[in-house]
């Protein structure tokens, strides 16, 4: 007769629950797909009806008020502006998904316009993300360990304050102190490509990597220390000063591993965040990437262009939404056993 603790038995319950975890995990992202495509075609719906009530003729803004009703009814027709609202926007998301995002009202296709800036968006968006973890995340963990004491206190004010100026204001400081008064870096990035040398690439997108990133690193750093804190109050990690552990392998094995759930979820959510946030960054820093393509499609009525790009951010944002919690319920045990 085997008991509960017979290699066999203990063994099989293994299997048991990872294959129990397996098909709980496989219907969490079965559902979590679902909700991605209903919030999707949401954010389609929305885009859609928000450019198109928007006041104004689009022809009459395109072709100038010396337009005749003749010219105007054949842009219309040209562009499927005198179609009803609901086949519109059937025509243009069917399209759409199929990769044609239709054609500009000032003449080539929408994706033509999109593939020479949307490499510089990227590596902008992720150029600073990597600066904002990579600096977020120690100063956090440094907060929780100095809790209550006085450079706590100052990093505390700090991220407070920088967390309330809007990226514009931090674009421009960043140019007058390190482009103009202590020239380190360029004050403008318009005329970098990406495919001169690395170093000179890096070192002209470092002033509006460095504006996106602190509009992250107060986030990241808050909810680090605070996620931190409530770690280090654990027996465990008393336990593990008790045995003699340095602070640095204590902060390292044992918080930051406990206390990251939470800070990837932002994480995750900052880096939709820093795709939408580029926009004005790349106004403030003459970037020529998609932020600066949609300021200067609104201000055109170019309205193909503005619904592509829109669709492009707000689906990024949901789908780092999703990657987040999926990525925050495999890292919290917690959440896997909740979900067996």
Do not use: C
């Not at 909810?223 to 392998?249: C, D, F, H, K, W």
């Amino acid at each position: 007769m085997r008991t509960s603790l017979d290699p066999a038995n203990v063994d099989s319950e293994h299997s048991w629950l990872r294959a129990t975890a397996s098909s709980n995990f496989a219907h969490e992202l079965g559902w979590a797909i679902v909700k991605l495509v209903g919030t999707l075609i949401a954010v389609s719906l929305v885009v859609f009806l928000a450019t198109v009530a928007v006041p104004g003729d689009p022809a009459r803004a395109v072709l100038g008020k010396y337009a005749t009703a003749s010219e105007l009814r054949a842009f219309d027709v040209q562009y499927g502006l005198n179609r009803p609202v609901v086949e519109q926007y059937w025509l243009w998301i069917s399209h759409f998904v199929r990769g044609d995002f239709g054609t500009s009202y000032g003449g080539g296709t929408v994706l033509s316009l999109i593939e020479p800036r949307l490499p510089r968006s990227l590596f902008l968006g992720a150029y600073g993300f990597v600066i904002a973890g990579v600096v977020g995340v120690p100063v956090g963990l440094f907060a929780a360990r100095r809790s209550g004491r006085r450079d706590d206190i100052v990093l505390t004010g700090l991220t407070v304050t920088v967390g309330a100026l809007p990226e514009f204001v931090i674009g421009i400081l960043l140019i007058m102190v390190l482009g103009v008064w202590i020239p380190l870096f360029p004050a403008s990035s318009t005329q970098v490509g990406l495919v001169l040398d690395p170093f000179a690439v890096l070192r002209a997108y470092t002033l509006p990597a460095f504006a996106v990133s602190l509009t992250i690193i107060p986030y990241i750093v808050r909810l680090t220390r605070a996620n931190g804190r409530e770690v280090m109050r654990q027996p465990y990690i008393r336990a593990a000063t008790l045995r003699g552990l340095s602070p640095t392998r204590i902060m390292g094995y044992h918080v930051l591993p406990n206390a990251a759930p939470p800070v990837v979820n932002v994480l995750a959510l900052q880096l939709a965040s820093t795709i939408g946030g580029v926009v004005i960054t790349e106004t403030v820093f003459g970037v020529p990437g998609i932020g600066q393509l949609l300021i200067e499609s609104v201000s055109d009525r170019d309205l193909p262009v503005v619904q592509t790009l829109a669709l492009m951010i707000g689906g990024a944002y949901v789908v780092a939404n999703l990657l987040a919690d999926l990525a925050v319920k495999l890292m919290t045990p917690k959440l896997r056993v909740a979900a067996r």
